[in-house]
C-alpha cells in the first residue's frame, strides 16, 4: 500500500466483499488527526480477532492482510484501529492517524478512492459525508440521490465521473485532505 | 453535494451520446483489485484503462473488478473477455503495461506475450 487512499480502498472492499449493500463513511481531520468510520451492512465479522494476518473469511488463501496493514499505519503514528459488529448486523470500524507523524503515510488521492469505489461497485450505495471543525457533519455524495438522476450506464460516461470526482474533491478540500504537510 | 442541477444537464448531453451507440458489449477487462492488487498500484492500472476507453471512444468496451485471484505476486492483473475468444489473463499490469495491451489487444486483437500469464479457462 503506497498511501492511505490504498488502505482505504481495501477496506471498502473488504465491506463488499461481506455483502454490503449500504456503506457510510464519515471523515475529519482535527489536531492533525485523521478520523474517518465506516459502516456498512454487510455479514460482520466473527469474535476472532481480524487484525491478525492469519485470520481470514477467504478460502484461496489463509492469510488477510488487508486490516493487519492498515492498523499497523495507524499505530505507528500513534493512531489507533477499531473493528466491532453492529447491533443490527454489518460492521462498524474507526481509524485514526496522525498525519503529521513521520511515520504517516502520504493521503494519495482520497477523492479517486471514493470514485473508483463508486464505479466499481454500482450495486452498493455509498454515502459520504465529512465532519467540519465545528463538529456538523456535512453529506457530500449520496448514491441513491445521484442514482435517482443517473443510470448506470450513464454513471460510466467519462463526463459523469468527471462531476462525482469534482464535487467530491470540491468538498474533501474543505476539511484541508490536500493539505497533509506544510500547512500546520 | 454539489448542484444536481448541472448533473441532469450532463445527463442530457450523455443520454443523446449514448442512444448514438450501439448497446452492445464486445469486450470486457476485469481488473483484481483485492489487497494484493490495490498495493500493487491496481487502481491506476483501473484508471488508465478507463480513460483510454474514453479517449479512443471504444463504448463497446467495459472495465468491471474483481477479488483477488490467488496469484499475488503477478498483480496487478487482468482479465481479457473478447467475444468468441478464449479469456486472456495478463500480469504485472502497471498503467504502462495496460497502455500497451489496450493498443495492441483491444483495438488491434493482438496478445501481448510480454504481459501474458494465461489463456483460455
Known sequence: MRDIADHLFDILENSVKAGATEIRIISRIKDKQFFCKIKDNGSGIMDEDVTDPFVTSRKTRKVGLGLPLLKRAAESTGGFLKIYNTEKGGVILEFKIDITHIDAKPFGNITRTFVDAIYSWPKVSFYISIQKKNNRTLSIFNSKKIREIISYSEMQQKEVRDFIYDSIDHELKKIGIDSQFGMF | ?121
Open chain 2, 1 to 121: 453535494m454539489k448542484n444536481l442541477e448541472e448533473l441532469k444537464k450532463i445527463r442530457e448531453r450523455v443520454r443523446k451520446d449514448l442512444e448514438l451507440r450501439t448497446g452492445k458489449h464486445r469486450i470486457k477487462i476485469v481488473v483484481c483489485l483485492g489487497t494484493c492488487g490495490i498495493a500493487a498500484g491496481a487502481r491506476e492500472t483501473m484508471n488508465t484503462l478507463i480513460d483510454l476507453i474514453a479517449k479512443n471512444d471504444t463504448s463497446d468496451t467495459i472495465v468491471t473488478t474483481t477479488g483477488c485471484a490467488g496469484f499475488c505476486e503477478q498483480e496487478p492483473m487482468i482479465q481479457l473477455y473478447m467475444e468468441d475468444k478464449e479469456p486472456v489473463v495478463y500480469g504485472k499490469v502497471d498503467a504502462k503495461a495496460a497502455e500497451e495491451i489496450f493498443e495492441k489487444h483491444v483495438l488491434k486483437g493482438k496478445i501481448v506475450e510480454k504481459y501474458l500469464f494465461s489463456k483460455g479457462k
